[in-house]
């Protein structure tokens, strides 16, 4: 399976972004998917995660209320809505598929990452 993460840019804070993952091949469209972000030098961090029906997803409190995850199965494509944003949203996005149950922001229990997009928020 390959994901393709895309969407990512330059806004400026206070702005919105929709940031898409394509699935190919396999497309596990019965696991749970996540979204996750990294900056350099730093830990790769949980952001969001979504049930294969879409409805029950988890949130890390930094972006609670201001970001959405979402999926469309019959189009293989996983989406974070991303309004309000703040400088320090700024980071490469992940997406990745949970395979192992357990903690939702424990990121070994993903696989199938995808190649990240980056998202820079101006102050």
């Known amino acids: 399976v390959q994901l393709q993460a895309s969407g990512g840019g330059l806004v400026q804070a206070g702005g919105s972004l929709r940031l898409s993952c394509a699935a190919s091949?396999?497309?596990?469209?019965?696991?749970?998917k996540a979204w996750f972000r990294q900056t350099p030098g730093k830990e790769r961090e949980f952001v969001a995660n979504?049930?294969?029906?879409?409805?029950?997803?988890v949130y890390a409190d930094s972006v609670k209320g201001r970001f959405t995850i979402s999926r469309d199965n019959a189009k293989n494509t996983l989406y974070l809505q991303m309004n309000s944003l703040k400088p320090e949203d700024t980071a490469f996005y992940y997406c990745a598929i949970k395979v192992t149950s357990g903690r939702d922001s424990d990121d070994s229990l993903y696989r199938y990452w995808g190649q990240g997009t980056l998202v820079t928020v101006s102050s």
């Open positions: 979504i049930n294969y029906r879409g409805d029950v997803t």
């Open positions: 091949g396999r497309t596990f469209s019965s696991f749970v």
